[in-house]
């Protein structure tokens, strides 16, 4: 079960977001209820600047700079960002997005002001989780450099993901600090990873993390219990027809919504089924075959390791020679030369 504390926020407190529509349902500058001290009016115009360049920059508990983004990576329905921010302050306000945040640094000290307008202090472990759900979030300080990794999901994407879980959340998330999750934890990482190597897993593998971790953060209010989740395999002919579409477009950036559409499943079911069909998740799968055309063509004929690459559909040679090393300990040119020498 994730730990963590529940906070509310008093109307009073709370700010009022001047919403400009942008890309991903962008939040503008916020204008805040109380006008900021003279040695906080940088960190008032700096937010003010920042969020009409991310949606993200609004959570951010004092002046930010975006070390990685995957603003143009084109994922669909949410966004990540890794930043590292200085001392300084955020209002209370409201937010348009369901943002989970991870603080990346050792340590950091905060102060929270509750729904009473009393101030707590709080020391942030590395690791940590903060879920802030669309609407209010507190009054925050922060009294020491940190760096954070944000995921912004968009409402629709939110929405979606409850609707298609056989086990529906007891109820409807709420601002927590505090929280340790290892499986948010995970999920964050591989997708940091992701973005850090500029997407080169593609759509099925980001699509998949996403999914999983709009998912648990749904269920994070949740106790334990003993929920009996056996889940049937896809049917013969529905997995066969999966697999066809797969071995059909192998070459391009398959996407679980698209996989999920042939099965004529939801993802959340398609993503079990899948699996207990398999014995593998569908990012694994299309991994597996990706490699093993890719050894074939490299073995038994002399075409470019570029062509083979993007015919398979690795995001680039690079990548394929990442994959090969990872799950074969050979890349493709010492595969190519010890198939030619033994021949």
Not at 264 to 275: D, E, T, V, W
Request: charged share 20%; with cysteine; glycine share 6%.
């Amino acid at each position: 079960m994730a730990q963590g504390s529940n906070w509310q926020v008093s109307n009073q407190d709370l700010a009022r977001p001047v919403v400009n529509s942008r890309s991903f349902d962008g939040l503008g500058s916020m204008r805040v209820g109380l006008e900021p001290s003279n040695a906080n009016r940088f960190n008032a115009l700096h937010r003010s600047v920042a969020t009409a360049v991310s949606p993200l920059m609004s959570i951010a508990p004092g002046p930010t700079r975006i070390i990685r983004s995957s603003a143009g990576m084109n994922w669909q329905g949410f966004i990540l960002e890794r930043h590292l921010t200085s001392p300084g302050e955020r209002p209370a306000t409201c937010i348009d997005m369901h943002i989970i945040t991870m603080l990346c640094s050792n340590t950091a000290e905060f102060y929270c002001r509750d729904v009473d307008a009393k101030t707590c202090r709080f020391i942030g472990r590395g690791g940590s989780v903060t879920c802030a759900p669309i609407g209010p979030v507190p009054y925050v300080r922060l009294d020491s450099p940190a760096e954070f990794t944000h995921v912004g999901f968009q409402q629709s994407f939110i929405r979606s993901v409850a609707e298609e879980m056989e086990r529906k959340p007891l109820g409807d998330p709420v601002f927590r600090v505090g929280v340790r999750d290892v499986s948010i934890q995970r999920i964050l990482g591989l997708l940091t990873e992701e973005v850090e190597a500029e997407g080169p897993s593609g759509k099925l593998y980001v699509d998949s993390l996403a999914h999983a971790l709009a998912t648990r953060y749904l269920l994070t209010e949740d106790s334990p219990t003993n929920v009996d989740v056996r889940t049937s395999p896809l049917p013969l002919r529905i997995l066969n027809r999966v697999k066809e579409k797969i071995e059909a477009s192998i070459h391009t950036d398959l996407s679980l919504e698209s996989l999920a559409k042939e099965s004529g499943y939801s993802r959340a079911h398609f993503l079990r089924m899948f699996r207990t069909a398999t014995g593998v998740t569908p990012h694994q799968f299309v991994l597996g075959l990706r490699l093993s055309q890719a050894q074939n063509r490299i073995k038994e004929t002399r075409d470019s390791l570029i062509d083979i690459a993007a015919d398979c559909g690795f995001a680039s040679q690079s990548h394929m020679t990442t994959v090969f090393r990872k799950y074969l300990d050979l890349t493709p040119a010492e595969i190519r030369r010890n198939s030619f020498a033994n021949n």
